[in-house]
């Protein structure tokens, strides 16, 4: 693959300067651009409202509206859900915790 010079201009204090120059000269270019795609999403998320980083504000997501009867049936029907977490992208470790909540709501909320 051809590799082309890219320059850009930006306006940066002589501290934001050093630490740009810093990561281009230290980062192979696959990791810059993995970091500014990165970035790029997660100012798109925070932007559009619905970023919600982390493995509890998904487990809480799918588990603070449940009454005990929803719990009851989503354990009930859990292989379903897993089915359902899964195309959601959620991992294996993910939906166990769902489904630890889940019990906690259908046996102590009778």
């Not at 501290?15 to 990561?23: F, L, S």
């Amino acid at each position: 693959m051809d590799s082309k010079p890219f320059t850009f201009r930006l306006q940066l204090t002589k501290t934001q300067q050093k630490e740009v120059q810093t990561y281009l000269e230290s980062l192979s270019i696959g990791m810059i651009l993995f970091g500014l795609r990165f970035a790029y999403k997660r100012e798109r998320a925070i932007s559009g409202g619905y970023l919600m980083p982390g493995r509890k504000s998904i487990v809480k997501k799918e588990t603070v509206m449940l009454n005990h009867t929803q719990a009851g049936w989503r354990l009930n029907n859990w292989k379903a859900m897993i089915r359902s977490y899964r195309d959601k992208g959620y991992s294996y470790p993910t939906i166990s915790r769902i489904k630890k909540e889940i019990r906690v709501i259908a046996y102590n909320n009778k």
